[in-house]
Each structure stands twice: as structure tokens, then as C-alpha cells.
């Protein structure tokens, strides 16, 4: 088990588990420095920051963002970020109102196809986190359309499938600026997933800080290939387990070994930005 997880999620998003517990699971599991990078909300870190201050572990504040490359979706993990900067808070408000409108459109595609589930049911499911795909997953599951997650995304929920709706359109820009300005960086999430190596170097460029090198999809091959895309265009590495609770058996917080030697370059990164968070 490795001491570092900068990549694992609550039921503040789509995760199983309450922010407590997940820095709870954490501490138990050695983990010495972790980060809770829900998807589009912040809502889980003053949980996890209160467990994390009382236990003796470190928490780096994290989040997961979703912006729009080449017509699909790409996320970014922003790490270190001032979690009261009101821009910052304003940005992942906004975020989330879009996941509840695409929920909706989701929901009514799911009805043109003869399947009716309210908005309300699967903000029960949510239970006041950030709507994703996933709990209409467990909403279609519940209602015996599907047998299981792999079913719902193939038949309906995945990109190209009939009930697939793109995400509001957010730009790498705006959202490398957003968390830049709020103190932060951020970070080119599980890359092996993604399939868009070739527009690493130009990301870097237009404001990309770094790249998730090692992860629960990430072979020993694909560990190997994107240290030396971090190495060759200066770019920082994190890592994690991308740990959700039930929705990702067979992955715990911290079974992904990641590196100390991370932390270094981490560090230095953030304490040069806290400049601009002042200036902001």
C-alpha cells in the first residue's frame, strides 16, 4: 500500500461513501498525504479536512473538473487550490447546475426510449451530491432496466449511446485560469483513459500544469509513457487510486503506489502560486 492518494471520491459526488469516512478509510489504510477530488463540488472537504487535521494526515484540497476537448470529455484534478476563493466557488457552482441540466435531458432521452425516471429519483440517489451519470446508472439498475453499471453505459448512458448528453462546454482555459487564480493546479486526470496523448504537448502550453501519472488503469507501460511525457515537456506528476467506494470494487485508497518524490515539485508549485491567489 502506498502513503499517497491525491485521487479518490465521496458521496459528495459519485463516490459511496461520506467525506469522513472516505479520510477515515484513508488514515486506516497508512495513507500519509491524500486529496478528495470529487467531481465538480467542493462540498466534501471541510469533512475530510476536519478528520484529516485530527488524525495527523495530510490533505491537499482537490477536485475533479470536467472541460470539453475535441467534442468529448476531458477531466482535470485541481489540487491546492484556496477552497474560499470566491471565483473558484462561483466556477463549481456553475459546474454543478450544469451536471443537474444535463441530467434532465439525460432523463428525457431515457423517456423517449419508453423509460420514465423522475429527476427527483435520482436526486434521491444522489442525496444532495453532484449529479452524474452513476446515479442514473443505479436509478436504471433499481428499476431492473440493466443488470449492472457496464449495461447502463453501454445501452444508454455512454458516449454514443441514445441517452448520452454532452456536458456544458468548459475549456481547458477557463478552468487551468480558475483554479490558477485560486492558488491552485491542475492536472490531466487517469490520461491512459483518454486516448488524446498527442494533444498533451499543446495542453501543456495552454495551461495544463501537470499529468496523473500512475492510476488504477494505468499498466506499468502506460506509468513508463507518461513520466517520460512529464519529464519532456516539464510538466508536474500526481497519482491515485480514483477510489468511489461500491462503484469501483476491487480498488481501496492507496493501491496505487505512488512515488514521495512527487511532492516535492507539488509543493514548490503551489507555494509559487500563492502570489497570484493574493493578487486575485
Request: proline share 5%.
Amino acid at each position: 500500500m502506498g502513503k499517497i492518494d491525491l485521487h479518490m471520491h465521496s458521496n459528495a459526488s459519485d463516490g459511496s461513501f461520506s467525506p469522513e469516512d472516505v479520510a477515515r478509510m484513508a488514515a486506516g489504510n497508512g495513507i500519509e498525504v491524500f486529496s478528495l477530488t470529487d467531481h465538480d463540488t467542493l462540498d466534501g472537504i471541510p469533512a475530510a479536512a476536519a478528520f484529516a487535521s485530527k488524525s495527523g494526515i495530510r490533505l491537499i484540497t482537490g477536485v475533479e473538473l470536467s472541460v470539453s476537448e475535441e467534442g468529448m470529455d476531458v477531466h482535470l484534478l485541481a489540487y491546492g487550490f484556496d477552497a474560499t476563493e470566491p471565483m473558484l466557488v462561483a466556477a463549481v457552482a456553475r459546474y454543478r447546475d450544469g451536471r443537474r441540466e444535463r441530467a434532465r435531458k439525460i432523463l428525457m432521452r431515457l423517456k423517449g426510449l419508453g423509460i420514465r425516471i423522475s429527476l427527483e429519483e435520482v436526486e434521491g440517489i444522489a442525496n444532495g451530491g453532484a449529479l452524474g451519470r452513476p446515479h442514473v446508472a443505479e436509478a436504471l439498475l433499481r428499476m431492473g432496466h440493466v443488470e449492472n453499471f457496464n449495461e447502463a453505459f453501454q445501452r444508454y448512458l455512454g458516449h454514443h449511446a441514445p441517452a448520452y448528453v454532452p456536458k456544458p462546454r468548459v475549456t481547458l482555459e477557463e478552468s487551468s485560469a480558475i483554479v490558477r487564480d485560486a492558488g491552485g493546479v491542475t492536472i490531466l486526470a487517469h490520461p491512459g483513459t483518454v486516448n488524446r496523448d498527442h494533444l498533451i504537448p499543446a495542453w501543456a502550453r495552454r495551461g495544463l500544469d501537470g499529468i496523473e501519472v500512475w492510476h488504477s488503469k494505468h499498466d506499468a507501460a502506460a506509468v513508463q509513457r507518461y513520466r517520460g511525457f512529464a519529464n519532456l515537456h516539464g510538466l508536474l506528476m500526481t497519482g491515485g487510486s480514483d477510489y468511489h467506494g461500491e462503484r469501483t470494487p476491487g480498488i481501496v485508497i492507496g493501491s496505487v503506489p505512488v512515488p514521495d518524490e512527487i511532492l516535492k515539485p507539488l509543493d514548490a508549485a503551489l507555494k509559487a502560486r500563492r502570489p497570484v491567489r493574493s493578487r486575485s
